[in-house]
C-alpha cells in the first residue's frame, strides 16, 4: 500500500486531489490523508509523479515549502 511507503518515509500527511481506497486500512496508519473521497476501484499508474513543483488545487495555490494543516474540518494552506 503506497500510505504504508509514505509512513516508512516519515511523513506526517498527505493531501489527494482525488479519491484514495483502502481508507479504512489506511486511518488505522500513522498518517493524516485528506482526499477527494474513497472509490474501491484501483487505479492505473501513470508516470513516476514530480517532487517540489507548486499547486493549484481548487484556485488554493500551494508552493513548495508552505506548511499544511488539516483538522477534520478542512485544509488550511500557510501564507
Request: hydrophobic residues 45%.
Amino acid at each position: 500500500m503506497i500510505a504504508e511507503s509514505a509512513v516508512a518515509n516519515g511523513w506526517a500527511g498527505v493531501v489527494i486531489n482525488g479519491a484514495i481506497r483502502d481508507r479504512v486500512a489506511i486511518a488505522e496508519l500513522p498518517l493524516g490523508v485528506k482526499a477527494l473521497g474513497s472509490n474501491p476501484k484501483k487505479s492505473s499508474k501513470v508516470g513516476r509523479g514530480e517532487v517540489d513543483i507548486a499547486l493549484v488545487i481548487d484556485g488554493v495555490h500551494i508552493e513548495p515549502g508552505n506548511l499544511i494543516y488539516c483538522d477534520p474540518d478542512g485544509i488550511l494552506v500557510e501564507r
